[in-house]
């Protein structure tokens, strides 16, 4: 569960980052879920230390927003599938770009409002 007012959105909304998929296709691999104050770790093998979890849900970059989420999956759907057939992925909503101006109007240059943010945000999850 998100912690009350910390995860973005509309005041408490506490909304989250989330997947969809098809259960007869593709499924969680090893599920082991994290909870929202858990920080994720890619172990040996590699795997992760929380499935799905968080990445890095206390670092201050993620403030007032979604915190992404890493999940590793397997798939199932297919004839004769094996170990290389795991992958993982993250899920990451970034913030909205709000008090920007429009990149082709009269500020001069342009007010670019939150990608200080963004590029934060995208070294992380890296």
């Given at each position: 569960m998100p912690v009350d007012d910390q995860d973005g959105g509309q005041p408490g909304g506490n909304i989250r980052v989330a997947y969809l998929y098809k259960p007869n296709l593709i499924r969680l691999y090893k599920?082991?879920?994290?909870?929202?104050l858990d920080a994720n770790e890619v172990l040996a093998g590699p795997t992760l230390k929380y499935n799905p979890g968080r990445i890095e849900p206390a670092n201050a970059a993620w403030t007032a927003s979604r915190k992404p989420l890493a999940a590793q999956w397997e798939?199932?759907?297919?004839?004769?599938?094996?170990?290389?057939?795991?992958?993982?992925?993250?899920?990451?909503?970034?913030?909205?770009?709000?008090?920007?101006?429009?990149?082709?109007?009269?500020?001069?240059?342009?007010?670019?409002?939150g990608v200080g943010k963004f590029i934060k945000l995208n070294q992380l999850i890296q």
């Open positions: 599920p082991n879920p994290g909870g929202s798939v199932i759907g297919k004839a004769g599938a094996k170990k290389s057939d795991v992958f993982f992925t993250v899920n990451v909503h970034f913030g909205s770009k709000g008090g920007s101006s429009s990149l082709h109007g009269d500020a001069r240059p342009p007010v670019n409002g």
